[in-house]
C-alpha cells in the first residue's frame, strides 16, 4: 500500500479517500436498511448477535455491522474517513460523506464510538478556531435532527432512545464485559510479568479456564498479558515515536485528518485488540507516505541538511 500510495499525487490519494468512505458507508447503511426489513424491525429475539444482512440485533440493540462483522470494528474502520471529512468539509462529496459517517456510526451504538466522535469533534475544534467550525457542527446537529426525524416518524424507529439506553447500560453490563476481561489479562501479567503467556494465547488460556475463547478487548493489556514487559515497552515505544513524529513534522497543521486519525484509532485500540489490522496498517502506509514525499519537497525546494551546511 505504501508503494502505490508513494506512486500516486496526493489529490489522487484524497480523492480516492473521500470516494472510497462515502461508497463504503452508503453501502453499509443500505445493507442495515435491508437487514431491518428482514428482521421486520422487531428487536426482542431470543439469543444473542443475531445478524441479518448489514444487521446485528445484539441484546435487543439493533447495531448496524454494514460491511463488516462487529458494529466496534465497523467505527474503527470509519474513523479514517471521518477525521478526513471532519478537515476537509468544503467539498459537498466530503459534507455528505461526513453524514453519512456520523449516521453510520450512531446507528452500530457503540458507546465507545461515539465517544471518539465528540473528542474528535472537541480536538479539531481547538486546533481550528472553535467560532469558525460552529457553522459545520450546527449544520450536522440540523442533519442529524431531519434523520432521526425521518427514523421516528417513518420508520418509528427511536434512534436517540436507544442511545440513552445503551449509555445507562454501560455501568449494569461492565462495558460489556469488558471489565472482567482486564481483570483476567491482568492477572495473567501478574503470572507471566517478563514475557507474557505468548502471543495471541489469551483467547486459549480463557477458554481452557472460562470455557470460552475471547479477546481481550483492550490492545495494551491484551500485549501486556501476552508479551509481558517485553512487549509492551516496544509497542509503546513504536506508538510513541510515531506520536513525536506527527508533532514533530507539525502533520497536526498540514494534515489535520492523519492526525486525528491517530488519535481516534488510539482511543479506541482501548476497547478493541487490534493488534494486527489491515486498516491500521494502511493509516501507517498514509503516514509513511505523507513523511516522505514532505522530506523529498524540502530536498528539492533547495533545502540543506546539516551535513550540507557543514561541508559548505
Not at 45 to 57: N, P, Q
Not at 198 to 204: I, K, L, M, R, T
Not at 270 to 277: D, G, P
Request: some cysteine; proline content about 2%; aromatic content about 16%.
Amino acid at each position: 500500500m505504501k508503494s502505490i500510495l508513494g506512486r500516486a499525487e496526493t489529490g489522487a490519494v484524497h480523492k480516492g479517500l473521500a470516494w472510497t468512505g462515502v461508497i463504503f458507508n452508503l453501502c453499509s447503511l443500505l445493507y442495515y436498511a435491508a437487514g431491518m426489513q428482514k428482521a421486520e424491525f422487531i428487536f426482542d429475539r431470543e439469543g444473542e448477535r443475531i445478524t441479518a444482512y448489514g444487521l446485528m440485533i445484539d441484546r435487543d440493540y439493533p447495531r448496524l455491522i454494514g460491511l463488516l462483522q462487529d458494529p466496534n470494528f465497523f467505527v474503527f474502520y470509519n474513523t479514517l474517513f471521518f477525521a478526513f471529512y471532519l478537515c476537509n468539509p468544503k467539498v459537498l462529496l466530503n459534507k455528505t460523506g461526513l453524514m453519512l459517517c456520523i449516521t453510520a456510526n450512531l446507528l452500530t451504538f457503540s458507546r465507545g464510538g461515539l465517544l471518539v466522535m465528540i473528542v474528535l469533534f472537541l480536538i479539531y475544534g481547538m486546533i481550528h478556531h472553535p467560532l469558525k467550525q460552529l457553522k459545520m457542527v450546527l449544520g450536522a446537529g440540523v442533519s442529524m435532527a431531519f434523520i432521526s426525524y425521518v427514523l421516528v416518524i417513518y420508520f418509528k424507529f427511536d434512534l436517540y432512545g436507544i442511545l440513552e439506553s445503551r449509555m445507562e447500560d454501560f455501568g449494569e453490563d461492565g462495558g460489556s464485559g469488558r471489565f472482567e476481561l482486564w481483570g483476567k489479562a491482568w492477572g495473567y501479567f501478574e503470572d507471566h510479568i517478563v514475557t507474557g503467556v505468548g502471543a495471541f494465547n489469551f483467547p486459549d488460556y480463557n477458554a481452557y479456564e472460562h470455557g470460552e475463547a475471547l479477546s481481550v478487548h483492550n490492545t495494551f493489556l491484551d500485549i501486556l498479558s501476552e508479551s509481558g514487559v517485553v512487549g509492551i515497552f516496544l509497542y509503546l515505544l513504536f506508538i510513541l515515536l510515531l506520536l513525536y513524529q506527527l508533532v514533530q513534522k507539525k502533520v497536526y497543521k498540514e494534515r489535520p485528518y492523519l492526525f486525528l486519525t491517530f488519535i481516534g484509532l488510539l482511543l479506541q485500540m482501548a476497547f478493541l485488540s487490534v493488534i494486527i489490522n489491515d486498516m491500521f496498517f494502511l493509516y501507517l502506509a498514509l503516514v509513511s507516505t505523507y513523511l516522505h514525499k514532505r522530506e523529498n519537497s524540502a530536498v528539492h525546494k533547495g533545502v540543506e541538511s546539516p551535513v550540507d551546511r557543514r561541508a559548505s
